[in-house]
């Protein structure tokens, strides 16, 4: 379904991806880990399409289609799905309506009807019952005034309702309780399908305890340097990134001047 | 930044509502002095009184000078270049109904998208509508009438009125009031008058779309509206005007009239040629809008959505009187390419526990000025008076800039007021947002500029605040950056 050959990416003058390689089948769920810096979230930002990094050298494809061709918006269309790391604010504007609004425009893409107001909330209410978001949550302005685990879990919520095929999950679990870990695990979950990819990014072992990956991958200084299977990120835990040859502590200065602070601005 | 050229790119879309209509004018020469303004009157039958208020106003105008205080630029205005009358000639007789009109202008008015009789018979609003300086159409006035509410064009009460419009004309915004609430009074041309009596609540609501048509014609609208005891009304304004490569001037005066317990709406979608894209052409719009809540309990509202004209100046404002009134102001105002707004409210408190809201939403795009100006005074005899205001700006691109200018000044120390304001920039991390959700930037940029004016929008009646929407959609198109 997916599939990534020597991708470098940078942001401003700032190399972050230095020759990725990764292969996602339909039905995968794969997790990659990595400190800080790493290029986790570069990675997750490239392949949405998002404007601030530059593609220098590589590509990837997706369903055999060159993704890196595609706006943004054509690759949500066509099923890319990302879970933010920082979901954004956007006052005045229902979640409710926001959510109709992007449901629609994949059904037109698509070839289907648009769904009504009514209809609408018919087919979110079981998925809203699934990620417990409350009813009020809906009528609010998107993300506004959300506390973070909110936020979090109504990014699972749209990944729900959108049924995506290739779903990328950035630090989702980062400022989650355990409590809310679980929910949202439990979402996620819920959509693992034969049909569908997952590709979880995260710093921490923590949410793979829940969401199961098939293949884990560790990234460190815009490079894969070690893949295996769950058992990875259960020795991970125990020895920490040291053991890869990773310094404890390591943040990559031109990684961290880059991709962390725009993305967190 | 691709998503910022994208943005900026939208912008460049030429207006979509300038054409002229080729109608025969029947105008008067260019300038101004006494002579001109009797023979503005004599066209108009006006009555003496009339007449003698006019040239009052047109000896003080010469006294005072142009304001400069306003934060917009522009070349000096040549007043004795300005032509003060012009009239489709078809309708020197006066149609008696919408078959006797010049089918030209209803094609006009077809473009627009206002079809008067698709108006008439669908959405039940009465149009007055002005077509440059007078009425040519006027529909549902019966049945208005028989509910004892006077609704018709300012020439027209004035001469079948005129004990009305002498008693409230010239009460709220006085001929001397202003440099160009003095030359309106000296030289307005028509607009329209409504009167709702005691205990009526007016069933619709009263429309009024204005054009601007003939060249060079300085537009010098006045409308006036009173409200008795207990009355209701509701106003909508609606304003469009054909591409032109020199300015025009505009200088209208809108006076509202509350009395107790009375409500007074009044919304304008304002949409007047802005200019190019290079800021040539496009109306100058200096505006004197005020109600005035003088019985007790009485209300005025104003909602705004500015979106044309080359340069606004303009503050509706009211002037709280009566114990308990309540005065509102409700503003989106939009700049783009080079269009210049200095736009707000003043809301003077004289009665006790009066109360008023202001909100101002104010969005600048390409190289758009847009300032916030308002007044919130309270005075000794204000007990218990109230105030919230927030003005919030949202600039799109870099090269535009928004300003805001609270005046406070309290004489009451009883009195509560509050002001907030923000600043914030469209953000390409909103956007994307929107674009990873599989919406075009367009689209995006549209969504978050509406949610931007939500507070204001929900004030406007349903058709009306769909039609804003639209408007700021198109007013946006190439702009966002």
């Not at chain 1, 990014?201 to 829940?210: A, E, F």
């Not at chain 2, 000794?380 to 000044?409: M, V, W």
């Not at chain 2, 349903?462 to 700021?472: G, I, S």
Request: proline content about 4%; charged content about 25%.
């Amino acid at each position: 379904m997916l599939e990534i050959t020597n991708l470098h990416a940078k942001v401003e003058d700032n190399e972050i991806l230095r020759g990725i390689d990764l292969k996602v089948n339909a039905g995968e769920v794969h997790a990659i880990m990595g400190p800080n810096g790493s290029g986790k979230s570069t990675l997750a930002g490239v392949l949405a399409g998002r404007p601030i990094y530059e593609v220098t050298a590589g590509g990837v494809t997706y369903d055999g289609k060159d993704l890196l061709g595609l706006s943004p918006e054509d690759r949500a269309r066509e099923g890319l799905f990302l879970a933010f790391q920082y979901p954004v604010e956007i006052p005045g504007v229902s979640n409710m309506y926001f959510l109709r609004s992007a449901l629609n425009t994949g059904r037109r893409h698509r070839g289907l009807d648009e769904l009504d107001a009514m209809d609408f909330l018919r087919m979110v209410r079981g998925k809203m019952k699934l990620l417990g978001m409350d009813e009020s949550l809906m009528n609010r302005s998107v993300n506004e005034g959300f506390s973070g685990g909110e936020k979090k879990r109504n990014e699972i919520f749209q990944m729900a309702v959108l049924e995506p095929r290739l779903a990328i999950l950035d630090e989702t679990d980062s400022g989650l309780d355990i409590d809310a870990l679980k929910v949202v695990a439990e979402g996620v979950n819920a959509l693992r399908a034969p049909q569908r990819a997952i590709i979880v990014v995260t710093h921490y072992q923590r949410l793979i305890n829940y969401i199961v990956p098939d293949f884990v991958h560790v990234l460190y200084n815009g490079r894969i340097v070690k893949s295996g299977d769950r058992q990875l990120a259960l020795e991970l835990e125990q020895k920490g990134y040291g053991w890869l040859g990773i310094p404890n502590g390591t943040l990559s200065p031109a990684a961290v001047a880059g991709a962390e602070s725009v993305l967190a601005r | 930044m691709s998503t910022t050229r994208e943005i900026e790119a939208l912008a460049n879309q030429e207006y979509k509502w300038g054409f002229v209509t080729p109608v025969a004018e029947d105008s008067v020469p260019a300038g101004l002095n006494e002579d001109v303004i009797a023979l503005i009157s004599a066209k108009k039958q006006e009555p003496e009184f009339m007449l003698e208020w006019r040239l009052k106003a047109y000896r003080q105008w010469l006294k005072m000078t142009e304001p400069t205080w306003a934060n917009v630029h522009y070349p000096p205005i040549d007043y004795q270049a300005i032509v003060y009358y012009s009239a489709p000639k078809t309708q020197k007789d006066g149609p008696q109904s919408l078959d006797e009109l010049d089918p030209e202008l209803i094609r006009t008015y077809e473009k627009l998208g206002i079809p008067l009789r698709e108006q008439e018979l669908l959405a039940g609003v009465a149009v007055d509508a002005v077509f440059d300086s007078v009425s040519v159409a006027t529909t549902f006035k019966e049945k208005l009438a028989e509910m004892g509410i006077i609704f018709c064009s300012f020439s027209e009460a004035v001469r079948e009125h005129s004990e009305l419009v002498k008693k409230y004309l010239g009460s709220v915004v006085p001929s001397s009031d202003n440099f160009f609430a003095a030359l309106n009074a000296a030289v307005f041309s028509d607009g329209s008058f409504c009167y709702v009596p005691k205990g009526v609540r007016c069933p619709m609501e009263l429309s009024t779309y204005f054009r601007i048509n003939a060249k060079d014609t300085g537009q010098f609208e006045r409308t006036l509206i009173i409200a008795d005891e207990g009355a209701y009304a509701s106003y909508l304004e609606g304003c469009t005007a054909p591409i032109r490569d020199t300015n025009q001037l505009h200088a209208a005066v809108v006076e509202l009239v509350a009395h107790d317990n009375a409500t007074i709406k009044y919304a304008t979608v304002q949409n007047w040629y802005p200019g190019d894209k290079e800021g040539r052409g496009g109306i100058y719009n200096f505006v004197t809008k005020r109600g005035k809540c003088l019985g007790v309990n009485s209300k005025i509202s104003w909602t705004q959505v500015e979106t044309g004209s080359a340069i606004t100046w303009k503050y509706p404002g009211c002037l709280l009187v009566g114990d308990n009134s309540v005065g509102e102001f409700y503003s989106v105002a939009l700049t783009n390419n080079y269009q210049q707004a200095d736009t707000g409210t003043k809301m003077i408190h004289i009665g006790k526990n009066t109360k008023s809201t202001i909100i101002s939403k104010g969005i600048s795009a390409g190289h758009g000025q847009n300032t916030y100006r308002g007044m919130v005074k309270i005075q000794k005899s204000a007990e218990g008076a109230r105030n919230y205001s927030q003005c919030d700006s949202l600039l799109i691109g870099d090269k535009c800039g928004a300003h805001t200018f609270p005046y406070l000044e309290v004489k009451n120390a009883g009195a509560q007021v509050e002001h907030e304001a923000s600043t914030s920039k469209i953000g390409e991390d909103q956007i994307f947002y929107c674009r990873q959700r599989g919406m075009s930037t367009e689209d995006a940029v549209s969504m978050i500029v509406n949610g931007f004016c939500k507070q204001v929008f929900r004030k406007l009646p349903m058709e009306f605040a769909v039609e804003a929407q639209k408007l700021l959609g198109v007013s946006l198109e190439g702009s966002v950056g």
